[in-house]
């Protein structure tokens, strides 16, 4: 492996782990529906799981309710099943062939059990760049050793790991700040 490869590497894990952060951030609702909050549900039917999404056509009709229509009307059942035993602590009104999802107002209280969540999503992603650091590190030392990178090399290696860290770094700080004000708006 070349340093090239080593600060590649590094780069896409802490691309991934910010895009993780944010796919993880989608599912926390912040008092307004959105379809994001139930499109990766997973759903038992047809004797498999399969995501919320490939069953059904998830629509915002109002800025707090979420209709959700089934491709398959035998499905109705299964959707409302799998959204009640969710995490999301919303009680679906089954219409017909529609399953309609009303948004509650979030109490102070369960405001602040979200920024929570929030917040330890961010650690693990933080967690996981810094890990994505030290192999680089590692990496970039371990061809130092073999004699295949100059001193020189090394240190310049080092500087940019750790600008790309500081970068990615930052920009979980902005999306941190950015959600926390989204659930505590009212």
Known sequence: MSLEEALLDAEESMEKAVNYMLHEFSSIRTGKASPALVDSIDVEVYGTSMKLKQLALI???????????????????DIERAISESRLGINPITDGKLIRLPMPELSEERRRDLVKSVKNIAEDSRVRIRGARRTAMDTAKKLEKEGDVSE??????????????????????EHVVRKEADIMKV
């Open 152 to 173: 020189d090399d090394l240190r310049a290696v080092e500087k940019e790991i750790q600008e790309l860290t500081d970068k990615y770094i930052a920009s979980i700080e």
């Open 59 to 77: 629509s915002t009709p109002e800025a707090r309710m979420l209709v959700i229509q089934p491709f398959d009307a035998s499905t109705t059942k």
